[in-house]
């Protein structure tokens, strides 16, 4: 069965007040049904908000990317489990990082997601990095290894979803930043596509925010990328 077009958009409430994260998703109310809550907001109240947003009936997506020693990640990652949401992010560099990841799940329901690349990085800055490979080559070797360890999925560009797809199969979750509408400014990222093309090539969720967050009329825009995201579904 088709996912519903307003289950596969995650909103980023990237912001820095509790306060300010309320009025949005009061502002949008019934049109999104799928939330984000990253590092930003977390030292602000954001895991109170995060199991807010659980008892109101919402999906919540914990963007943590944890990495650090196997030990604590492994704590870590149990630690999260006993908050009952649904997507938690760890960096993907090893094998090591992501099992202790998977042994700190145990049965729960908690899907764990491996950061790839980041979508503000470029060749260059990976170059910084220690790393020779093309930011795309990267990405699919991360999610290789994300697959190995008993991920349910990634982060990844749009731009590297269907290479990802293609090598992991239709069960692989694909979540997808650095979405912009055509013509949209870019903000800081680099590697980015619009709602369509992310589907078209295998995403299973797009995670949007300045683009709604920010947008004069939020949940006007926030039906706009559903929209984007029916027709491509409808194409596929």
Do not use: W
Not at 10 to 36: C, H, N, Q, W
Not at 49 to 64: I, N, P, R, S, Y
Not at 101 to 124: E, I, P, Q
Not at 158 to 172: K, N, V, Y
């Amino acid at each position: 069965m088709t996912t519903a077009a307003k289950n596969r958009l995650i909103v980023a409430l990237d912001m820095p007040t509790i306060e300010e994260a309320r009025r949005l998703i009061a502002t949008l109310g019934d049109s999104v049904t799928f939330y984000k809550v990253g590092l930003e907001l977390l030292f602000a109240g954001g895991l109170d908000l995060a199991q807010a947003l659980k008892a109101d009936g919402k999906h919540v997506f914990l963007d943590m990317k944890f990495l650090d020693i196997g030990n604590t990640v492994e704590r870590a990652v149990a630690n999260v489990t006993e908050l009952g949401l649904d997507m938690l992010t760890v960096h993907g560099h090893d094998l090591k990082t992501m099992r202790a990841a998977v042994s700190g799940r145990g049965d729960s329901k908690l899907k764990l997601l491996a950061v790839t690349v980041l979508t503000n990085l470029t060749a260059d800055d990976l170059a910084e990095q220690g790393t020779s490979l093309a930011p795309a080559d990267l990405v699919l070797r991360r999610a290789l290894l994300a697959q190995e360890a008993g991920f349910d999925g990634v982060i990844a560009s749009g731009q590297e979803a269907a290479r990802i797809r293609e090598a992991t199969g239709p069960d692989f979750l694909i979540v997808t930043p650095g979405i912009r509408l055509t013509g949209s400014s870019t903000d800081d990222q680099q590697r980015i596509t619009t709602p369509d093309n992310a589907i078209r090539a295998g995403a299973s969720h797009l995670v949007v925010g300045r683009p709604i967050t920010q947008a004069d009329a939020p949940r006007l825009a926030a039906e706009t990328f559903c929209n984007h995201i029916r027709e491509a579904q409808a194409s596929i």
